[in-house]
């Protein structure tokens, strides 16, 4: 797994619930560290022995737990600089639902080594709703992207229905509902960004 998978983890955990119950994770999930870095690779297995150990931590399953990380990628202020890629995709909710299908090879320009399921977008009959398709590499990948899609549609004032459908093995679906596009007002966003913001 991907250094900055794992760093993206540890900092949500950190950041939402505190340094002390990272350290219980650590201690529970006998990492041997103390903390990840971004641009090493570690064993699949330290991803998934955090997730127990937070799950149990926290008294959480591990599906909540991933929502709730989508949900920090987009919204926590450390992280401002993945909303700001994240809204490039497009100026409405459903200009950004479209821009998903070049997700993975985006992040391969910045990060060739890093691994991201294909997003896959498909149009249903019914008008506004949509299904977006995630496959492999990782279990849950679909939990986080349907975290990251509910505060995304709140960054652009959509009112939104969201489902998971897992599937097999690496494998799921999210359905998505587009009730209202122009809801309410959203997050403010500008393409030129704050002066001295680093994307």
């Known amino acids: 797994m991907h250094g900055l998978i794992n760093r993206s983890l540890e900092c949500f955990l950190s ?26 690779e570690y064993d699949d ?30 919204s926590h202020p450390r992280v401002e600089s993945l909303r700001r890629l994240l809204r ?8 950004f639902l ?3 299908d070049d997700l993975q090879d985006r992040a391969k320009l910045a990060l060739p080594e890093l691994k991201l399921p294909r997003l896959t ?14 496959r492999g590499p990782y279990k849950g990948f679909g939990r986080v992207m349907l975290g990251l899609l509910r ?11 969201l489902e998971d459908q897992e599937s097999d093995q690496g494998n799921e679906d999210i359905s998505i509902t587009l009730v ?12 030129a960004g704050p002066i001295g913001a680093q994307i």
Do not use: P
């Open 15 to 40: 950041d939402t619930y505190g340094n002390d119950v990272w350290h219980d994770v650590v201690n529970g999930a006998n990492l041997g560290i103390d903390k990840f870095e971004s641009m090493l």
């Open 45 to 74: 297995s330290l991803t998934y022995a955090v997730l127990d150990a937070a799950a149990d931590r926290l008294s959480k399953s591990q599906a909540t737990l991933l929502e709730d990380l989508g949900t920090y990628l987009v």
């Open 88 to 95: 490039f995709g497009g100026g409405s909710f459903i200009e």
């Open 98 to 100: 479209h821009s998903l």
């Open 121 to 134: 977008l498909i149009d249903c009959e019914n008008a506004g709703q949509y299904k977006l398709s995630c």
């Open 151 to 161: 505060a995304m549609a709140d960054d652009y004032g959509a009112l939104v229905v």
């Open 180 to 191: 209202e596009s122009e809801f309410s007002d959203g997050r403010a966003f500008s393409l």
